[in-house]
């Protein structure tokens, strides 16, 4: 292995970390909505929505770091590789993919998740489509 094999996943980390940033903006941006629609009334919807939030919050939390320590080893097993120390670059740079692969299983449970929310909103939008005027 040489210093380009872990340089190579560099980008790819940032941006999905910044991917990452992003969905969490957009849920804290969420949550603050349903705050404020909950104020205004107390619908089912909302509460139905709070477990949801809750769990995609701390999946986000997760990938976040899960993709962090990542970028951390992959930087560890290039000063390995450059310091000419190759078993414990390979070690450092193997861990390093497979906490990639567990932040991005995270992410994609995220996603599940996240479409069973927007199930929720279509069936508070079809009720209130199907009550009599």
Same mark, same amino acid.
């Given at each position: 292995? *040489?210093?380009?094999?872990? %340089? /190579?996943?560099?980008? +790819?980390?940032?941006?999905? #970390?910044? %991917? ?5 903006? @957009? /849920? +804290? ?10 104020? *205004? *009334?107390?619908? =089912?919807? @909302? ?5 949801? /939030? ?18 951390? $080893?992959? +930087? @560890?097993?290039?000063? $390995? @590789?450059?310091?000419? /120390?190759?078993? %414990? +670059? ?9 906490? $990639?692969?567990?932040? #991005?299983?995270?992410?994609?449970? !995220? ?7 927007? !199930?929720? !909103? $279509? !069936? *508070?939008? =079809? ?7």
């Amino acid at each position: 292995m *040489d210093l380009t094999t872990p %340089a /190579l996943l560099f980008p +790819a980390i940032s941006l999905l #970390l910044l %991917a990452y940033t992003n969905r969490f903006l @957009v /849920l +804290a941006q969420l949550i603050r909505q349903l705050h404020l629609r909950y104020k *205004d *009334d107390h619908k =089912e919807v @909302v509460v139905r929505q709070i477990a949801n /939030l809750r769990q995609r919050i701390t999946l986000i939390r997760r990938m976040q770091a899960l993709g962090v320590m990542s970028f951390i $080893l992959c +930087a @560890v097993a290039m000063f $390995l @590789v450059f310091i000419h /120390l190759d078993m %414990a +670059a390979q070690f450092a740079f193997g861990l390093s993919l497979f906490l $990639l692969l567990l932040s #991005l299983i995270f992410s994609f449970y !995220e996603i599940t998740i996240s479409t069973r929310a927007i !199930e929720i !909103e $279509l !069936e *508070d939008l =079809e009720q209130k489509l199907n009550q009599p005027i």
